[in-house]
């Protein structure tokens, strides 16, 4: 194999990672907040290098995925084509699954982060920080260890901030009127939604 055959199986495992050479596509509005998503530091991913779940080590934003799946938003799966080829992210220009070297080359490097896109002068920018440094990621591989012996004061404090983090979005959202798309490029996903994978059960009730 040398070239393409458009099966659409790396678009539906998730679109791709942005670099700093895909900022004008957010500058010139080919690519909208509301089509990416924050994954943290700290959050466990998929490490093609070394084929393992692993925290990752720096923030990244990556084309956010359709309902509750990873596949690419840009994906159209009628016609196995991308709605956005000819703006599409470096990532996937350099992708040849059956080629490998270019795109592991590319992985982790010159990424781009919220702060890199959030300009100054916006009151957004000053909340993403705040946010992060009340609520960073807890060290989730060692939770998703220990998870079937966690102490009930251990549940109690990661139940707790759990309670903190939603409140805070809440009062973000109410105030800067965000769609949860925008939530999830502002702040991430919230921790919930991160423990659930582990092996947490997480319900809604009366207080959070």
């Known amino acids: ?13 998730g679109g791709p990672a942005l670099n700093t050479q895909d900022l004008p596509l957010i500058e010139k ?31 990244l934003l990556k084309i956010s995925g359709v309902k509750d799946s990873w596949a690419c938003n840009f994906y ?15 990532a996937c220009k350099i992708l040849k699954c059956w080629d490998t070297d270019d ?3 590319l992985i982790g490097k010159n990424l781009l982060s919220r702060l890199d896109i959030v300009k100054e002068g916006n009151p957004l920018r000053k909340r993403l920080i705040e946010h992060e440094a009340l609520f960073p990621c807890p060290d989730l591989k060692t939770i998703s260890r220990t998870v079937s ?4 004061k251990t549940i109690k404090k990661l139940e707790r ?13 109410d105030e800067f009127n965000l769609s949860v798309s925008q939530e999830l490029f502002y702040f991430g996903r919230p921790l919930f939604k991160l423990l659930t994978p582990l092996g947490f059960t997480t319900r809604e009730t009366s207080s959070g």
């Not at 690519?31 to 720096?58: M, W, Y």
């Open 1 to 13: 194999q040398n070239e393409c055959k458009r099966c659409g199986t790396c678009c539906e495992k």
């Open 29 to 59: 509005g080919l690519l909208s907040f509301e089509k990416l998503i924050t994954i943290r530091k700290g959050e466990l991913a998929h490490d093609p290098v070394s084929n393992s779940i692993e925290p990752i080590k720096t923030e």
């Open 76 to 90: 159209d799966k009628t016609r196995n084509g991308c709605t956005m080829y000819d703006h599409r992210p470096l």
């Open 103 to 105: 795109i592991l080359e």
């Open 149 to 152: 012996c966690s102490s009930k």
């Open 161 to 173: 901030i759990s309670n903190k983090d939603l409140a805070y979005r809440i009062r973000a959202i």
